[in-house]
């Protein structure tokens, strides 16, 4: 299995400590999660209704300003593993550092697969991933670049799994063209991974051929039932956004003063340049909380937002201790 | 989207009430559910972990009596659609009629596919299909036959989604074995179809090149903790088959009362040949009760077994009225 955040199972073993001592910000899901509402029987005993797939597109595209055609899968993650099987294998490139999962799925999927460090390098792609913003660093690119890219590879797959808190940056409302596709996440902004919801937008060909690889009911009645709520939700939405976007310069100032280097990210997660990333996780570790390194720096470590007040002031502590080091 | 059983919404549009107003048995899921636990809050904000799913794949291993490499999915309908993927496309047999998901799969991933009626014929094939038991005649083939059919196929599926009540027939203490395939649902047996999980249990490369098909997380962290729970309680498993081989027959009395001859099925469902299938389904609908025809059959109807007292009695009477017509 590639290296991932969330396995927090394997920190519990390495570092000691129960599962519920531990604050885990090893990933970018919001740890204010959407409020679960009552769910009736059926949610559990039937197989998910073609009405209640229906009504949950319906509130992604209002959430979305997109009449695009779209389908729901069992996270982001499942247009991943998919979109290689869409066409023949050809070569394909994804800006990179990026998410390991869409290199690792083109490539399991027979593609050739190069990494390029900016846009302008993806141009003569059979297929080009772009993150959107970026995970770890947050990099963005307007949806007029995106566009423009569009026209110059065969098809053009844009990741915006951590897209919520920046709805003017998202190429929904032009998904439906032919060749793009755009992947969203619920678990992430909503702060309910455990779900596994996610969509895919594109061209009402790419989209059926999609529906075809993925079966009749991959989502879940549960899933259904609280995305469609959830979505719906615009001042659950915008409060989350507002809070987040609050809370991310706070997280930023606590790195500072421990001596680390702010290096951008989402306001889910936020990227630090370190001295020493194996340290500063080891040292957070002890304090029992779990941070994110890169197989391909020394130095970066993310950290998601903590959530309640009480995780707040654990990792203001851990952060001064590390400091006082 | 293929015709199946579940599309309790369209009757609703056709036939008029409210969903909550009818009993469903139109499908072979148990109406007397696994009883939820209480989950902890991980379960929904947290991406499932490694532990939780080895958890699982344990408590599915003692319950099937196998150590064989196996998969959680979203269903065994996430098998279904992933196993056309695991070789290059050649000629399938499916032993018919069956589970139209089978061939429907097959076919859309590039494969020749021919339906046959003995299990004699399906040698010779690339990829062979069997239900076991029958969805929805109920026909069932000892492991011993099946076997040596696998010596005879490059590779044979054996779906035993409604295998739960006949253990001593199930494939699973032989899973493992280079060429087989076995899948089992969970959401049937156990009433919990809106759960969205199954297995697929084979040979060590199988199953390694479904879980990358299939990604790190096809699973909800929901259907991680029931199944769990669920699998390891043996004493629920007994008492849910004692209790449908006891009712199964009840439901054959009544329906031979209203002049139906039974076909056979399994525990959770009976297939029952009638004078006019559609007309019949039409009367059971009127008393709001859903049904399930085949479009290849004018005369064949199957019932899953109702689930409480009231549901019987609802049953009883809209059978006794059919009668008096």
Redesign the interface.
């Known amino acids: 299995?590639?290296d991932?955040?969330?396995?927090?199972?394997?920190a519990v073993s390495r570092h000691g400590g129960t599962?519920a001592e531990w604050i885990?910000l090893s990933?970018g899901?919001n740890?204010v999660?959407y409020p679960?509402p009552d769910m009736p029987?059926?949610?559990?005993?039937?197989?998910?209704?073609?009405?209640?797939q229906a009504a949950l597109i319906e509130a992604a595209r209002r959430a979305w300003s997109t009449r695009a055609p779209m389908l729901a899968l069992?996270?982001a993650?499942?247009a991943?593993?998919m979109i290689p099987?869409l066409g023949r294998p050809g070569r394909a490139r994804v800006l990179a550092p990026t998410y390991n999962?869409h290199a690792a799925?083109l490539r399991?999927a027979g593609w050739q697969v190069e990494e390029v460090a900016t846009l302008a390098d993806l141009a003569g792609a059979d297929l080009a991933v772009v993150v959107n913003p970026n995970n770890p660093d947050g990099r963005q690119h307007p949806p007029a670049a995106l566009q423009a890219l569009l026209e110059r590879v065969g098809r053009l797959v844009v990741d915006e799994s951590f897209g919520d808190m920046t709805p003017e940056m998202s190429l929904t409302p032009q998904a439906g063209r032919a060749g793009l596709l755009v992947l969203r996440s619920f678990?992430k902004f909503y702060?309910?991974?455990?779900?596994?919801l996610g969509f895919v937008l594109g061209g009402a060909a790419e989209i059926a051929a999609l529906a075809?690889?993925?079966?009749?009911?991959?989502?879940?009645?549960?899933?259904l039932a609280i995305g469609t709520r959830a979505l719906a939700d615009t001042a659950w939405a915008e409060a989350t956004t507002r809070r987040l976007a609050e809370e991310a310069p706070r997280l930023d100032a606590l790195a500072e003063r421990a001596g680390w280097t702010p290096r951008g990210g989402s306001t889910l997660f936020r990227l630090y340049d370190t001295p020493q990333a194996a340290a500063a996780q080891d040292a957070l570790a002890r304090h029992r909380i779990w941070s994110r390194r890169f197989p391909y720096s020394d130095r970066w470590l993310r950290l998601g937002l903590p959530g309640t007040p009480a995780e707040w002031d654990r990792l203001t502590q851990a952060l001064e201790s590390l400091h006082a080091v």
């Open positions: 299995m590639r991932h955040g969330g396995n927090i199972d394997a599962l885990d990933t899901i740890r999660p679960l029987p059926e949610v559990w005993t039937m197989l998910p209704t073609r009405s209640a069992a996270g993650q499942g991943i593993q099987r999962e799925a399991a678990g702060g309910l991974a455990g779900l596994r075809e690889m993925a079966g009749p009911w991959p989502v879940s009645g549960a899933a």
